[in-house]
């Protein structure tokens, strides 16, 4: 079905009527693999990491002010359902206070019933897939395994060291949380860049400061089930600029409700199933967008937990 | 017992005939709290991170080229008894492979049963104690609850960017592997320093590189029972330096078997409880010690599951 | 403390007032240990079961009904902060609903991530101490170990396959649901069997029906907070008639809030530990209220997972 | 596929040469929905469950000699990949020894994190299916549910309360251990039966003994890889019956390899999807075969945890 002629040409037209040049990117939708980095490739848009561009980004820390861009997890953090976390607290060997030789060691350990999907967070090339067919079109019976994925596994993500962007949605539409349903597609991406003075290059990761994050105390239950996001031309837009990573201070990144006419979370299809373009989930934007810190070095390193899907992260910006 | 003037009187003397000059660090090792960033402190050594060592610490980039530390994890790599962790991924709502919406999304999702402390780790300050006492004089009692700690959670220690050291110390002894039981001190320190130009300083991260994670495949056990490290001597030697986190290639940082005279890990005792200084275990230093990358950038964004012991990390180098 | 004269004489006093005879089971009160089963003895009162009883029991069956006296557990069913219980269906092997062979065989598998004492549930006599002291007077650090007790396992209690007997404390007091305080002391045990006509003899399960468990979905909160249930007195009458446990449908057995001058949860602590009677909770009595089965045979075979404190369970009633 | 009249054909002419009456059981092998108990039935063979045999179940009971049939559950016990089982022992809010109230009560909790199909097993009707349609004709995708199945959850099982009877192969074929790869069949089912002096009648449960589970400590890798069982003729004639369950001291009840020209699981298929009879994995049956205890009062009552696929058991024969 995906690579119908009739959707070949919806697509054309659609490229077309937005007035962007037929991108590789474009033309990928319909046919979407091989991907542009090769048949047996596992780490899509990372390949536009480089040397080049971490000694760039590293260049642009000035004052050297440091931002942690992952939250807090609790077990009460909303999470899609039936996503949840628990966390454990035990004193091995040490019972009734108990301790270890003549210093009298004692120690506190932790055990985490989680799952991945929670919070702040990355998600890999083998989370998302269309009518299971996941990224360079591998079939779900060919890689995943009820104890880890056999390919597109957390771990094979290299560190993301390079330029970040952060796009201020809220400051740019002069609201303080920017509503649900609200897409952001070319005209805004660009409107946003524009009024900010910043440009999207490619290797770049950008993130979308919407003020949603703040909602998630608040009003976990709106928090949760909708969200302002990117919308599927700008997905395609962001794609068409080479970025390695998209985020955002919302739950899921896309828009929510989903953009008339576009699938059930077919944005996070475009980015990571037809693009390998990453995803990054709750990032806690409030303090660079206080800043006015529109572009800044990246740096995360995810835990590699071997052939996990995505993986709870805390990305530091640093300018 | 801890404050006793006997015990004070001997650390003097040790202070005296290692010829190190008095530090507030050797002070504090019989009377080791308030902490010297006061009674209500909770991320010690991490106070020494400042933007300025921040910005400093950028300026150490030349290439860009970028070190992932942490190693990958599987239900197979050793860790300290009883820890495991075991991975699992499933597809939910997706029943026979069933998908969501007209354009068959599918998706993959992991749960983690998982104790925190495996492969590649950060030790928070509520890691370990003396005698059911931690970092800053705080009883067990007062703050361990068996969801979470209520001070020293993971999530409080800010993301350490800062000046990176490796002393390589297989490089120093000239063995690919140094033997289990070798001890880290003020000789060993300051002798791999000195041979490889580099000075350790104030708000530094210090790893050391031994070649003992390369047993974790070919001989876990070796690997998980014994091990280089770092010595007592050496512990208050870096203390007295200054450093935020010391870290190597070996599961637990500290010499095993323990060096004469010193307590069951000691020194986790002295470098956490007694001056906040935090423990980086499983570095993969091998790709750093073979560039003879020796001063980087470091940067650490640990998750922030609240109330954590510990993290599971990947820290990133780059240089 | 436990041992001291006052207590001693404060004990004496109380059985002297109530009627009782020094009976041993008040004299181990005070001096509870070695248990009158030897210091050996790890299964307490299920001592009292014996094939005598098992044959006496099966002839109380005369119709054959059988009744399931466990609940159903949910992920949302009330528990003792901080217990929860998790489960997760997945489907090894089988993505996008693959099947093995010929036969074109598919198959679910279940994972819970869960304590062990939620819904109805078996206390084991390593529950719950008296100052990290337990049944038969074996310290926590004798015998409690991260991975699983060493003593007092779950896995040691033999089935109980003796005579039921149903206490109707609602049909008593002539109420649906017995209000929470609600002490049920001697008098209250007694009067409820005589107007019954039914004895507690050595060897009997003894459940009590009150109807709180109809508050389970109706209202958790009171449901899980407060409960009718088990005073001081009645907890030693019944350990003096040589049950071998007790039971109820309600979360903790005994009386909640405690009876004045009662300590916490110290019913708890004067059946398991002092006297290593077992306690039932969360019992589904309703069915058997209903249909005035005052007594019954008393069928449990608990899950013997090595090590565990307490155990899942649904006992079955038949008459 | 499997309606095709090919088969049926077949399946009617392996009948005849079995010799058996073309029962119901039969005649649902090929068009094997709705059940024989409608097509809304969820509890299979559970239907032969009646108060008259759970009554005359009692009456075998002569000397009340009670034999527990769960085996002893540990993290090293063998299971079928990837399932394990870790239990962790805490002491919420009792850190360092800490106690609660006057009585200073202490307490072990206790956390499992468990495949469900470990151990003494029954298998539910959500178990197994044929090219993912289950019992009763339902598809996964109209009952299986991540967090629980919407339909056969193992809570709907009702207390197995019936005769036992116990076929001892391994005393049949005269050898401590049955050979793997060993199918029992109607021959070897009607020959054991007849030595021993048994019949077979409707609403019992079986039990094999093969002596397989003397394996499970001394050779796990033997013990979990293949297994003696019963066949495919087998299983159709014991459905033929109209046995409740069947079980057997092997981790899987089918013979394995299978036999030729039967499919992977093809016996499970058989019994749980086509016939609604239940299967009891890992029974300890060499007390009963020790004592010639080859009719019993057999009584299960399984943990009901809603929406599982399976639980981990300990049935209770008496006799």
């Known amino acids: 079905m995906m690579r119908s002629n009739r959707r070949l040409a919806a697509l054309t037209t659609l490229g077309a009527s937005l007035g962007l040049a037929a991108s590789l990117a474009f033309a990928q ?27 760039a980004a ?47 060691t ?4 932790d055990i985490l019933n989680c799952w991945v999907g929670i919070g702040s967070q990355l998600d890999g090339l083998g989370h998302i897939g269309i009518d299971n067919v996941y990224y360079n079109g591998v079939h779900a019976k060919d890689f995943v395994d009820s104890t880890g994925l056999k390919k597109y596994g957390i771990e094979k993500v290299p560190p993301m060291v390079t330029r970040g962007v952060l796009l201020d949605m809220a400051g740019y539409l002069g609201v303080d949380v920017v509503k649900e349903g609200t897409a952001f597609n070319k005209a805004e991406i660009e409107g946003a860049a524009r ?25 976990p239950k709106r928090y949760g ?14 794609v068409g600029k080479g970025v390695v990573a998209v985020g955002a201070d919302t739950w899921g990144l896309e828009v929510l409700p989903f953009e008339k006419g576009v699938g059930v979370f ?15 989930e709750n990032m806690n934007t409030a303090p660079l967008a206080q800043d006015k810190a529109y572009e800044f070095m990246f740096v995360l390193g995810q835990n590699k937990y071997k052939g996990a899907v995505q993986s709870m992260i805390n990305p530091v910006a640093i300018r």
């Open 266 to 280: 077919e944005v996070h299809q475009i980015l990571l199933a037809k693009n390998g373009t990453y995803i990054l």
């Open 225 to 238: 089930s909708v969200e302002p996001g990117l919308g599927k031309e700008g997905a395609l837009y962001l």
């Open 29 to 55: 939708q319909a046919n979407w693999h091989p991907s542009k980095w090769g048949a047996k490739d596992e780490i899509g848009a990372a390949n536009y990491l480089t040397p080049e561009r971490a000694a």
């Open 106 to 109: 004692s120690y506190n350990d």
């Open 195 to 219: 009024k900010q003075g910043v440009e999207i290059r490619e290797g770049d990761v950008v993130l979308f400061h919407t003020g949603w994050l703040s909602l998630i105390d608040k009003d």
């Open 58 to 104: 590293a260049k642009l820390v000035k004052t050297g002010k440091v931002y942690s861009l992952g939250i807090e997890v609790t077990p009460d953090t909303p999470a899609f359902p039936p996503r949840g976390c628990k966390l454990y607290i035990v004193q091995p060997g040490q019972h009734a206070g108990a301790t270890l030789g003549e210093t009298k």
